[in-house]
């Protein structure tokens, strides 16, 4: 029997069909878009930011976080590094399912669920941050840093810069760790097939590695860096006049390799990529720096090779301040584990001990000293370096004992000295001996094999005047400007980091470095040390008082 559809029964119909419909393509008015999460903090002081907006401060917070994907989330905290973690979608929610099975008979609802899905997930309701790195923070009896920045390195491009698709897990470490050996062991591979190759035809091999290089001499992670040492006092911002050896480290790092991890939630690695799948991954970085810890000389003391993750950065994160805030991270992370070392703890401390353990050296007092500026200029040397640098110096004896200053013979290593001449006032180039040094005084003696008619008397009294003229012997910039003169005024004795320097205004260039400083009589008074340099900055010098050197360098002059 035929069932005839009255108007009753397709009203009937009808009004099911819209029901079940409404109902089927209600799942994102069903499912709330904002969920209740709540943070664990591990400081009373501890500012949790949710996607740059403050969600609250102290041990225990919770907030209404709308739905919209992976979450970024800083933690602040006075004396502790910035902290980056990710509140990252877990799960479905359980409604989803049933919604969805409904949704099976309708086509728009199912085109209209992959816009809402965001809303369809979970993020865990209750998160532990932990903040680990606290700052080193500077002591008095510490010197200050001289942070030189951060140089990019990589030998090899193909090999030491790596990208790499991870699942979110409890043990993200380990698959990390699976993540590296698996990629390490296609290198290899990689590695014996150029080899190969490179027997072949060795020429296009070296032109290919050539290529593979990355060099950056300095990066925009150096800002991390700058900001945190400025931040826990190891920039000095106002004194920038009298950094020396005595108060002073230099520091320097240099990235060789980094990788960079995206790391997806559970459930949708495998998803075509595209529109929303970013929405659900985030990544985190890891970078292969040496930190070189250096004197105020330039000279390498140490270095500590060392490889530190970044936080986690959402995706959202990285889109609008890109990958150098994750890297930077990584950087300042790294910074943190240098400077709680014994190595490092043991190189900032401030020396108390400005002597130097060589035994007293008599040196003869010149029998012929200099009496004027024409005698000054014979009496002074060109200090010539194998790397082509120079500086000046001058004769304190008859048979040849020279002084200058320790920069101006100083290596690239430390407990080493650059190889030197010296080019005499006639033109002369004569092998160098160098005999002691006081880095702490930035003073060096030195000896050739050569007599001079006249030489410095160098005396243990002070003999200058304040605002008496003054005249410096130096080879300013260039080889053929040696022996220039230039006169000026002594303007006092300044004493500043266990240091006296006399405070000068005349024109000193580089390579004055190590030339005498005398008056119209020939009288020695210092050693031209250095000037200030920058915009706005003329004439103001600096030397080393010479009635201060017998003692320096233990000294005796007989």
């Given at each position: ?10 009203s009937?119909l009808?009004?099911t ?5 409404c ?9 709330p878009g904002?969920?209740t ?23 225990r ?8 994907g ?12 910035d902290?980056?973690?990710v ?7 359980y409604?989803?399912y049933?919604l969805?099975i409904?949704?099976?008979?309708f086509?728009?609802p199912l085109m ?12 865990p309701k209750e ?6 790195d606290q700052y080193?923070?500077k002591t ?11 140089k ?17 897990s ?5 698959n ?10 296609e290198?290899a591979?990689e ?14 091999v070296l032109?290919?590695e ?5 060099v ?7 800002e991390?860096?700058y ?7 190891y ?9 020396d050896n ?18 997806s939630a ?12 970013a ?10 720096i040496t ?9 390498k003391?140490?270095s500590?090779e ?13 889109e609008t ?6 890297y930077g ?5 790294s910074?943190n584990k ?11 401390k401030?020396?108390?001990n400005?002597k ?5 050296l ?10 004027n ?18 500086g ?33 006032s ?7 001996k ?13 000896k050739?094999e ?13 003999t200058?005047k304040?605002?008496m003229?003054v ?13 220039s003169v230039?006169i000026?005024?002594?303007s006092?004795e ?12 005349m ?5 004055n470095?190590?030339g ?5 009589m020939g009288?020695?008074h210092?050693?031209v ?10 004439g103001?010098?600096f ?8 003692d320096?360098?233990?000294l005796?002059?007989?």
């Amino acid at each position: 029997m035929i069932k005839r559809f009255t108007k009753r029964n397709i009203s009937s119909l009808t009004l099911t069909a819209v029901l079940i419909g409404c109902i089927s393509s209600c799942v994102p008015i069903f499912i709330p878009g904002k969920q209740t999460v709540s943070f664990t903090t591990t400081s009373k002081d501890a500012t949790v930011f949710v996607d740059n907006e403050q969600v609250g401060k102290g041990k225990r917070l919770s907030s209404k976080i709308e739905k919209t994907g992976s979450k970024q989330i800083i933690i602040k905290n006075d004396g502790y590094k910035d902290h980056y973690k990710v509140l990252l979608p877990e799960r479905r929610v359980y409604a989803y399912y049933p919604l969805m099975i409904i949704d099976a008979f309708f086509i728009y609802p199912l085109m209209f669920d992959p816009l809402v899905k965001e809303k369809t997930f979970t993020y865990p309701k209750e998160n532990r941050l932990v903040l680990k790195d606290q700052y080193y923070n500077k002591t008095e009896k510490e010197k200050y840093i001289d942070f030189e920045g951060v140089k990019l390195n990589v030998e090899n491009k193909e090999r030491d810069i790596n990208w790499y698709d991870i699942n979110h897990s409890e043990n993200l470490d380990d698959n990390i760790l699976e993540a590296e050996k698996d990629r390490e062991k296609e290198q290899a591979r990689e590695q014996a097939k150029d080899e190969k190759r490179s027997l072949k035809n060795k020429k296009k091999v070296l032109l290919d590695e050539v290529s593979k290089k990355i060099v950056y001499e300095n990066t925009k992670l150096a800002e991390n860096i700058y900001k945190t040492l400025n931040k826990i006092g190891y920039i000095d911002t106002v004194n920038q006049i009298f950094l020396d050896n005595n108060n002073t480290l230099a520091l320097a790092g240099v990235i060789t390799k980094y990788s960079t991890y995206k790391i997806s939630a559970k459930g949708i690695q495998g998803q075509p990529t595209g529109t929303g799948y970013a929405t659900y991954s985030y990544a985190k970085a890891k970078i292969y720096i040496t930190w070189y810890i250096k004197n105020s000389y330039g000279e390498k003391i140490d270095s500590i090779e060392d490889e530190s993750y970044s936080g986690e950065f959402a995706n959202s994160f990285i889109e609008t301040k890109g990958y150098d805030p994750m890297y930077g991270d990584a950087a300042e992370n790294s910074l943190n584990k240098l400077m709680k070392t014994p190595l490092f703890l043991k190189y900032i401390k401030i020396d108390s001990n400005f002597k130097i353990n060589d035994p007293i050296l008599a040196i003869t007092k010149p029998s012929n000293i200099v009496t004027n500026a024409e005698d000054a200029t014979n009496s002074s040397v060109i200090i010539k370096r194998k790397d082509k640098g120079h500086g000046s110096g001058f004769v304190i004896s008859n048979d040849g004992y020279i002084i200058t200053n320790f920069h101006v013979i100083a290596d690239e290593f430390n407990n080493k000295t650059a190889e030197i001449k010296a080019i005499l006032s006639n033109g002369d180039e004569v092998s160098v001996k160098v005999v002691r040094y006081n880095k702490m005084r930035d003073i060096a003696l030195l000896k050739v094999e050569n007599t001079f008619e006249k030489a410095f008397f160098l005396s243990s009294e002070k003999t200058f005047k304040k605002l008496m003229d003054v005249y410096a012997v130096g080879t300013p910039k260039s080889l053929e400007l040696g022996q220039s003169v230039s006169i000026g005024i002594l303007s006092n004795e300044r004493k500043r980091n266990n240091n006296n320097l006399l405070q000068l205004n005349m024109s000193i260039n580089s390579g004055n470095s190590g030339g005498p400083l005398f008056d119209k009589m020939g009288v020695l008074h210092g050693i031209v040390t250095s000037k200030l340099v920058g915009q706005s900055t003329e004439g103001v010098a600096f030397a080393i008082p010479s009635y201060l050197v017998q003692d320096y360098l233990n000294l005796k002059i007989q």
